[in-house]
């Protein structure tokens, strides 16, 4: 019996550790997604009031991946 509440023990830890495992590239996403919509919404913003950012792959993908820090760079590289 003692054999059996151990080997459940132990898996349910193994169980836990794998999820935890799993779940950590989902955050990741959702991190890269959340950062991608806010930075498309702030370069459109950007571009509403009139600053001139021309909007491409690589300004989208630095406003994609760094959000609104990245949002700050592009507009600041485009006006140099």
Do not use: D, R, Y
Not at 4 to 16: N, R, S
């Amino acid at each position: 019996m003692i054999e059996l509440v151990v080997a459940f023990a132990v898996g349910m830890i193994v169980l836990c550790l794998v999820a935890k495992l799993i779940a950590l590239p989902f955050k990741l996403l959702w991190k890269f997604i959340t950062n991608s919509i806010v930075g498309a919404i702030l370069l459109w913003v950007v571009t509403l009031f009139g600053v001139q950012v021309k909007i491409n792959i690589l300004t989208a993908l630095i406003a994609g991946v760094f959000g609104i820090p990245g949002v700050i760079a592009v507009v600041v590289f485009q006006h140099l």
